[in-house]
């Protein structure tokens, strides 16, 4: 049973540091596919168990996420990733597929 709400389908990355964000932003950025950039990095650096599946985190309730992660989720645009930001776990490059508006 669905809980009442918005819902976004997205991937993301987990890093440790501000200079491994930026360095994986970087290489997204200066990327010709930069969605199949997107997964390659997520495999490779990602440090959520997500990296498993190239950092898909499927379809989430906006309330399954921190605050941080669900504002951003709903405020970048869809299809791409531009930006990066920090919550308690670390920082994360989240790329948005589709989401309730």
């Given at each position: 049973m669905k809980l009442p709400g918005r819902y976004a389908n997205a991937r993301h990355i987990l890093v440790g540091s501000k200079t491994q964000a930026q360095?994986?932003?970087d290489e997204i950025s200066n990327s010709r596919n930069k969605l199949r950039t997107f997964k390659k990095m997520a495999?490779?650096?990602?440090?959520?168990?997500?990296?498993?599946?190239?950092?898909?985190?499927g379809d989430f309730h906006e309330k399954q996420m921190v605050p941080l992660f669900s504002k951003?989720?709903?405020?970048?645009?869809?299809?791409?990733?531009?930006?990066?930001?920090?919550?308690?776990?670390?920082?994360?490059?989240?790329?948005?597929?589709?989401?309730?508006e």
């Open positions: 360095s994986i932003l495999k490779l650096y990602s440090s959520c168990t997500s990296a498993e599946k190239k950092g898909d985190l951003q989720v709903w405020s970048q645009d869809l299809n791409q990733c531009d930006c990066f930001i920090k919550t308690q776990f670390g920082y994360h490059l989240i790329w948005v597929h589709s989401r309730d």
